[in-house]
């Protein structure tokens, strides 16, 4: 238990002693670790509290007494000079072990592990604001300053062409694959300032919460981000929630065949439903009424079908004739058929004159009758 809290105490000082050398630097603490740290939680970035104000996110971070991470939230920073920005932190997978590479302050943003901690923190570089000369300009698309008189602001759309996902760590099983590139090196060599009082202050008071530690609060903490440094109470204290970094858009349904024929159809219209055929043993339903009987040999042919099975759009439009009222015009009938067309019915039975069945006998002459009665 000496060896341990003596080794902690000779590391620490050592930090100290070497940290004007490590300025010039990314610093990096060698921390074996047996499991990676926990995923990134999501969270509401809060309103910026004045101009000047840099954002810097949120992480995991080791405690040595407790042996478990613990949540760093993310909070507004204000920049040590004019010019600088902030590099945050990463952690870095080498086999079972994970190595913390510390942020710092320097003009340019360098290298962060290709981990999307989000608010302009895509994975490289910084897309929230820039310094020109001693002015700090803000991107409104990433960052929450609608509550403060910030004029110095533009309106920039970030397009994230990666896969965004909630890994904290680089390189190893299941890292983020991501190598830096010479501007992230060149930017690695130049002058930096190394966190400020109140960043130090503000992680430990994240380390003396036990509610931040990721055992108690299984990767969701209670205070995942603040206003200010240190500042884990009252108004702008922001918890985690439920869900991803990115934003997900569902997936178009496919439509179905009724939601298609009804989104092609202008409006307006009505959209004509199909009739099926009907048989042609019964064509008399669609047809006139019949005339009495004996049935005329041009009646007959009226009463022969008039149409032939065709394509349903020709059959919609038939039945549409059939149906039409009785004050229209009946269409033209096609042209008899000599060989379905049957003998007229008077040539097959005529039947005899009606007056020579019924007619009386006939009166004798005039001439006659008087002759008899003398």
Same mark, same amino acid.
């Given at each position: ?73 993310? *909070? ?63 991107? =409104? ?6 509550? *403060? ?13 990666? *896969? ?61 981000? *603040? ?33 298609? =024929? ?22 008399? =339903? ?50 008899? =058929? ?37």
């Amino acid at each position: 238990m000496l060896l341990k809290i003596w080794s902690r105490s000779l590391l620490s000082t050592l930090l100290l002693l070497a940290l004007p050398a490590l300025s010039m630097a990314q610093v990096s603490v060698n921390i074996s670790v047996g499991i990676p740290p926990p995923e990134l939680p999501v969270y509401e970035q809060p309103p910026i509290p004045d101009y000047g104000y840099i954002w810097t996110p949120g992480y995991w971070a080791w405690s040595g007494d407790d042996e478990d991470y613990y949540w760093v939230p993310g *909070t507004w920073v204000l920049a040590p000079r004019p010019g600088f920005l902030w590099t945050p932190g990463y952690w870095g997978a080498e086999g079972a072990v994970f190595i913390w590479h510390m942020g710092y302050w320097g003009p340019h943003v360098g290298f962060y592990g290709g981990v999307n901690y989000g608010y302009g923190y895509m994975g490289r570089g910084y897309e929230g604001g820039y310094w020109e000369g001693d002015r700090l300009y803000y991107n =409104r698309t990433v960052n929450n300053i609608n509550n *403060t008189n910030i004029t110095n602001v533009y309106n920039k759309t970030v397009i994230n062409n990666v *896969t965004v996902n909630r890994v904290s760590y680089n390189g190893g099983n299941g890292g983020v694959p991501a190598q830096p590139t010479r501007a992230d090196v060149m930017a690695t060599q130049e002058r930096h300032v190394p966190v400020t009082s109140m960043q130090r202050q503000h992680e430990q008071t994240a380390r003396s919460n036990p509610v931040q530690r990721a055992s108690q609060n299984q990767g969701h903490p209670p205070i995942a981000a *603040t206003p200010r440094p240190a500042a884990f109470s009252g108004p702008g204290v922001v918890p985690a929630k439920g869900g991803t970094l990115s934003v997900v858009h569902s997936q178009p349904q496919p439509r179905t065949e009724t939601q298609s =024929r009804a989104q092609s159809q202008p409006r307006g219209q009505a959209q004509p439903q199909y009739q099926p055929p009907q048989p042609q043993a019964a064509p008399e =339903r669609h047809m006139s009424q019949p005339a009495p009987r004996p049935v005329s040999p041009e009646v007959q042919r009226q009463q022969q079908p008039a149409f032939q099975p065709r394509p349903p759009v020709e059959q919609r439009r038939q039945t549409e004739q059939f149906q039409s009222p009785r004050q229209s015009a009946p269409p033209p009938q096609p042209p008899p =058929r000599p060989q379905a067309a049957p003998p007229p019915p008077r040539q097959q039975a005529a039947p005899p004159p009606p007056r020579q069945q019924t007619a009386p006998p006939s009166r004798p002459a005039e001439g006659q009758g008087d002759h008899e009665h003398h």
